[in-house]
Nanobody
Framework: VQLQAYGGGLAQAGDSLRLSCAAS????????VGWFRQVPGKERELVAA????????YYADSVKSRFTISRDNAKNTAYLQMSNLKPEDTAVYFC?????????????????????WGQGTQVTVSS
């Protein structure tokens, strides 16, 4: 499965953006999806994740109540709706699939648990 993340851009504090993660294969529907972000000099951080059947979700404390992850398996696409953006949300955002099919509970936060990855989309939030 190949992933393509898009939808990033420039925003002002308080704005909203929606990121999309489009997959090349219907097998996408069988895997948990994670959205990560990375800033220079820091490790990739899991921002949000959604189980393969969308029953379970995870949000990092820093984005709870502001970001919403969802998926549309019919479109082989996952989304990250980001609201009330803050300058500290500035990062390159990546989507990735968990390595194991049918993962729903116990969402792992380590980036090593996920493969493949999309190419990343830059989000820049100005104050």
């Amino acid at each position: 499965v190949q992933l393509q993340a898009y939808g990033g851009g420039l925003a002002q504090a308080g704005d909203s953006l929606r990121l999309s993660c489009a997959a090349s294969d219907r097998a996408f529907s069988l895997y948990m999806v994670g959205w990560f972000r990375q800033v220079p000099g820091k490790e990739r951080e899991l921002v949000a994740a959604i189980g393969w059947s969308a029953v379970s979700t995870y949000y990092a404390d820093s984005v709870k109540s502001r970001f919403t992850i969802s998926r549309d398996n019919a479109k082989n696409t996952a989304y990250l709706q980001m609201s009330n953006l803050k300058p500290e949300d500035t990062a390159v955002y990546f989507c990735a699939l968990h390595r194991i099919k049918y993962r729903e509970i116990g969402i792992p936060v380590a980036s090593a648990e996920y493969d493949p990855w999309g190419q990343g989309t830059q989000v820049t939030v100005s104050s």
